[in-house]
T-cell receptor
């Protein structure tokens, strides 16, 4: 079945440093979403990427979707303590079962002030 | 305010008991989902429903059952056949049957089997 791998599993940074998490799918995706889950909370939708090579920005966050639509990345510039949490990617397949989102295991970010 | 409401937030049950988790949404979303999250892991899909009176198994459906009698409601029953039911259960919804948008999650239900 479809697998979505996410690396690294954990990332510890000093406040002000940059952070990147990578997501790779074993199959071509229809679209990919990114979510943030604060400790003890629930996932919150951040963004969806649909087009090959798409790049979207939200303030200090930059999201990219690969040309082959099989990989994606989230980059945070100059991390702040409010960025702490686990970041998940979730991919949807093309065609049958397109309604299913398969999640990666997430990257947990800690930020040292 | 529109949103997804899950209840109960915390639930304890004895082995051998069935338990039903409630999920209600007033977002007028067509598709609804149940995910399970174990500590340090991602979300695994249990069941999903794209329209009323229809639902599909996800990746880990064994030991679970659902119903979708109303658009707003998608309850999940954890049966005694589920061998390791202690987990964090998350309900989500999205607009449209094609499920092309992001998922909106409830606050979750933490089930502990004693």
């Amino acid at each position: 079945g479809q697998q979505v791998m996410q690396i690294p599993q954990y990332q510890h940074v000093q406040e002000g440093e940059d952070f990147t998490t990578y997501c790779n799918s074993s199959t071509t995706l229809s679209n990919i979403q990114w979510y943030k889950q604060r400790p003890g909370g629930h996932p919150v939708f951040l963004i969806q990427l649909v087009k090959s090579g798409e790049v979207k920005k939200q303030k200090r966050l930059t999201f990219q979707f690969g040309e082959a639509k099989k990989n994606s990345s989230l980059h945070i510039t100059a991390t702040q303590t409010t960025d702490v949490g686990t970041y998940f990617c979730a991919g949807r397949k093309i065609g049958a079962n397109a309604g299913k989102s398969t999640f990666g295991d997430g990257t947990t970010l800690t930020v040292k002030p | 305010d529109g949103g997804i409401t899950q209840s109960p937030k915390y639930l304890f049950r004895k082995e051998g008991q069935n338990v039903t988790l409630s999920c209600e949404q007033n977002l007028n979303h067509d598709a609804m989902y149940w995910y399970r999250q174990d500590p340090g892991q991602g979300l695994r899909l249990i069941y999903y429903s794209q329209i009323v009176n229809d639902f599909q198994k996800g990746d880990i459906a064994e030991g679970y059952s659902v119903s979708r009698e109303k658009k707003e409601s998608f309850p999940l029953t954890v049966t005694s056949a589920q061998k390791n039911p202690t987990a964090f259960y998350l309900c989500a919804s999205t607009f449209g049957t094609a499920a092309t948008g992001g998922l909106f999650f409830g606050e979750g239900s933490r089930l502990t089997v004693l």
